[in-house]
């Protein structure tokens, strides 16, 4: 069954727009354009799930938003990342600081490395709502009790005095989601927030960063390498290949009317529960280019089986294909009328 999500009337407000970034990294043995050319906005309320391979560009996408790229070797070199107007590239460190942790927030993959080892999971979240808020310790120590039973930690009170060592995987990532939340963000950066965890688990955590979502009307922007995921909680989808979008369109028109080959090519990969004869899946064959050496054209045609003479010449700009059907691929109509196999 087609899932048909509605786009409330609060989604037509942008709180986001990422216009033409380019993020590169200097190393010895070249430029490493990780991310080349991403557009695209979030609106209020909205759900944005960005999809594709390792090192395709999503989580450099996601720290360049709150300019956490490490600088050298990396940089952010062009390019426009407008918060409701304001251009977050232009900020300074200090307005840069009333920004990161209070209007927008991050889930980091790993919580073991995220979480200091030294400080207690008290003091931790208190940190953000007293340089944020200005509580008074008091206020903020009940505060960071509420956030904890927020995301169901039990015994809220003892856990404070707990080191993140002292935490399962689960309980710590709950901890990252309580910090993440503790100023109301207008946009949650989740960053492959179920790494490592089983199943069970997941499950759990992503219940219960949607339900924040909805309690705050927050914007979320999901990184996951997982469809089944993006299929059940996303309203949009932007799929990446070697740091640029080359699908970006509502759920069900990735997920049942794709036109880039290497979308219908993740769609294949994955086993269907929606199709009555479950046939044998289809890796994408061959692997992501260097992202020092992009080969001429269009970066996916070597291993494109739709590939032609058009696609060596240039790289097919991202075009409005239908309305919010946004593909790069020169032969995408064609697609789209010979071939939905995958779908």
Do not use: W
């Not at 927030?193 to 999901?222: F, G, M, R, W, Y």
């Amino acid at each position: 069954m087609i899932k048909t999500k509605v786009i409330q009337d609060s989604y037509n407000n942008k709180v986001l727009e990422v216009k033409d970034l380019k993020t590169y990294f200097y190393t010895d043995a070249g430029v490493v354009k990780a991310v080349d050319g991403v557009s695209f906005d979030l609106k209020k309320g909205e759900t944005l799930g960005i999809v594709g391979e390792t090192g395709s560009g999503k989580s450099v996408t996601a720290l360049s938003i709150l300019r956490l790229i490490p600088e050298p070797p990396g940089k952010i070199i062009s390019g426009s990342i407008l918060f409701n107007g304001n251009d977050m590239l232009k900020l300074d460190r200090k307005e840069l600081q009333n920004y990161r942790g209070n209007r927008i927030s991050m889930i980091f993959q790993d919580p073991m490395t995220s979480l200091n080892p030294v400080y207690t999971i008290g003091n931790q979240i208190m940190e953000s709502v007293i340089i944020h808020r200005k509580l008074k310790k008091e206020a903020a120590l009940k505060e960071a009790v509420r956030l904890l039973e927020t995301v169901g930690i039990s015994e809220a009170i003892k856990r404070l005095s707990s080191y993140p060592h002292e935490f399962s995987g689960g309980m710590r990532q709950r901890v990252m989601i309580a910090m993440a939340i503790a100023n109301s963000p207008d946009i949650l950066i989740a960053d492959e927030p179920t790494t490592a965890l089983d199943v069970t688990i997941q499950a759990q955590i992503l219940e219960l960063v949607n339900e924040i979502k909805h309690k705050t009307n927050s914007s979320i922007i999901l990184i996951t390498h997982d469809l089944g995921v993006v299929a059940k909680y996303a309203d949009r989808v932007m799929v990446m290949y070697a740091g640029k979008p080359v699908e970006f369109s509502t759920v069900d028109n990735i997920f049942y009317k794709a036109m880039h080959p290497y979308t219908l090519g993740l769609m294949n990969s994955i086993t269907r529960l929606d199709k009555k004869k479950m046939g044998k899946l289809n890796p994408i064959k061959g692997s992501p280019p260097s992202l020092i050496d992009l080969p001429e054209g269009c970066i996916f045609r070597n291993r494109c089986r739709f590939s032609s003479d058009i696609c060596k010449k240039s790289f097919p700009p991202l075009r409005e294909i239908e309305s919010g059907h946004f593909v790069a691929c020169h032969r995408a109509e064609e697609i789209l009328k010979k071939d939905q196999r995958a779908i």
